[in-house]
């Protein structure tokens, strides 16, 4: 069964950038099946979807909050999708998922990872 990791979180102070990764945990799995989204859920807080990308990399979208701010790209070759998040907020604050599933216009992903908490704080 496919297994996803995230990695990159951690604490930034605001207007910082952090780098997320999601990787298939395990040799064999390629995530190129798949389109990926990015997911959030903070305290006291709905899950949100930040953004996700098409198995091919042809096709991204973005939440209102996020746009101009985040990127999400994928590098097929090394398995591994990124979320570049610059101009950090506080209400960024989250632990962040990654997701696999077969396009990003249904709500239909299959697999998570564990997450990574990303918080932004002076």
């Known amino acids: 069964q496919l297994q996803l990791v995230e990695s990159g979180g951690g604490l930034v102070q605001p207007g910082g950038s952090l780098r997320l990764s999601c990787a298939a945990s395990?040799?064999?799995?390629?995530?190129?099946?798949?389109?990926i989204g990015w997911f959030r859920q903070a305290p006291g807080k709905e899950r949100e979807g930040v953004s996700c990308?098409?198995?091919?990399?042809?096709?991204?979208r973005y939440a209102d909050s996020v746009k101009g701010r985040f990127t999400i790209s994928r590098d097929n070759a090394k398995n591994t999708v990124y979320l570049q998040m610059n101009s950090l907020r506080p209400e960024d604050t989250a632990v962040y998922y990654c997701?696999?599933?077969?396009?990003?216009?249904?709500?239909?992903?299959?697999?998570w990872g564990q997450g990574t908490q990303v918080t932004v704080s002076s």
């Open positions: 997701a696999a599933g077969p396009s990003c216009l249904r709500n239909n992903y299959n697999y």
């Open positions: 395990a040799s064999g799995f390629r995530l190129d099946y798949y389109a």
């Open positions: 990308i098409s198995s091919s990399g042809g096709s991204t």
